[in-house]
């Protein structure tokens, strides 16, 4: 007979989880904590500078892998969780935390189901990372050749029960630095190029926000200026573009990059343009192993399957561009990055039973 979620052990343990503070960089106090939590229930946990972990439970047949984050965006310290109607929220001040303790929860409680159970289960790796949140900074650091699992899920999405993220976007990063000539505003301004004007007609001519359904680019960040007497002569800006497409990656990228080139070369200024790819896409479909599986484990349980794209990054981007098959699986977190954050208990007991399922099928 198999055991059960217990849906009381599951909500203390994110109720726990979500209490420690851990916003990004800042993760050392929740990984002693998971360290000592995976090590009670039998794991053999490593962990590496960061405060990355990587855990393994023994079992027999193809390992398996499981992911989330440890880190959580701000304003994120001092979470005070508050339980309506079977929905936890925080107190409305900070973040709730779900994104990704959710995740983390539902991890630790497959793991007590199956110490429960007398069957054995297939071998488990279990990566938690750092610092997921300001870049996939952890699990690039990752030393992620040791990961025998070819196969996993990660819990770093929301969505109703079943949901399950097939694809996600490639994603440039663009730094530009502007040039033009200092020069006093009052008494000489003529002598002057305003670097803030060349950055704002640039910004004005690229196409930005939602491209089309795949694609998307945004101006983030504008720095410069030194005071209102003086005719600016350097700007930093940064900015990025994002497609599921490869194609139309490069195409809006390029216009991004043209669009700073030609504003320069207008005003008689310059600018260094840097741009970096931070993360590869990945699609996958319902005939790769680990979606057909998933899907048949949401069925078993009489849940319909959902199979949607992404237009951000995770840590499945990492694992996928080197030859693992992961796939985020919702976990039913709400509103994440806002003081609205939520998320339904059963969202999660529901993700934790559609992935005992999969294990189990896995025997």
């Known amino acids: 007979m198999t055991a059960m979620t217990n849906s009381t052990r599951l909500l203390e343990t994110f109720l726990d989880l979500v209490r420690i503070d ?37 079992g027999k047949g193809e390992p398996l892998l499981l992911m ?10 001092g979470i005070k969780p508050v339980i309506r109607d079977g929905v936890v929220y925080s107190d409305g001040t900070t973040i709730l935390g779900a ?21 054995d289960s297939p071998p488990l790796e279990v990566v938690i990372s750092v610092q ?18 070819r196969i996993g899920v990660s819990f770093d999405t929301g969505d109703v029960p079943g949901s399950i ?9 663009l730094s530009a630095v502007v040039h033009g000539k200092a020069a006093h505003a009052g008494a000489e301004p003529e002598n002057g190029i305003n670097a803030i004007v060349i950055a704002a007609q640039a ?94 484990a949401c069925r078993k349980l ?13 840590d499945v981007n990492i694992l996928n561009a080197l030859g693992k098959q992961v796939v985020n699986l919702s976990t039913g977190m709400t509103c994440v990055h806002t ?11 529901a993700c934790a039973e559609i992935v005992l399922e999969f294990i189990r099928q896995s025997n």
């Not at 989330?68 to 310290?77: C, I, L, Y």
């Open 22 to 58: 851990s916003p990004s960089g800042d993760e050392a106090k929740i990984s002693e904590e998971l360290v000592a939590r995976l090590r009670h229930l039998g794991l053999d946990v490593q962990t590496d500078a960061l405060h990355n972990i990587v855990a393994r439970r023994q």
């Open 339 to 349: 003081l609205e954050e939520h998320i339904a208990l059963s969202d999660m007991v």
């Open 203 to 296: 910004v004005a001519a690229m196409p930005l926000g939602r491209i089309d359904e795949e694609t998307t680019a945004n101006i983030g960040t504008i720095q410069g200026g030194r005071a209102t007497n003086i005719v600016p002569d350097r700007v930093e800006l940064r900015g990025e573009a994002r497609s599921r497409q490869e194609d139309k990656l490069e195409a809006q990228t390029a216009k991004m990059v043209e669009a700073l080139r030609s504003a320069a070369t207008r005003q008689s200024g310059s600018v260094d343009i840097d741009v970096q790819r931070a993360y590869r896409g990945y699609h996958l479909t319902e005939s790769d192993t680990t979606v057909a599986r998933l899907m048949a």
């Open 165 to 173: 993220v097939v694809s996600a976007p490639s994603h440039n990063v």
């Open 68 to 77: 989330a984050h440890m880190d959580t965006v701000m304003p994120g310290k």
């Open 302 to 314: 009489g849940v319909e399957p959902r199979l949607v794209p992404s237009g951000g990054g995770s």
């Open 132 to 149: 997921e949140e300001t870049g996939l900074f952890g699990i690039k650091a990752l030393d992620a050749t040791g990961l025998q699992a």
């Open 99 to 119: 994104d990704d303790k959710s995740g983390i929860a539902v991890i630790l409680e497959i793991l007590r189901v199956l110490k429960e159970e007398p069957v």
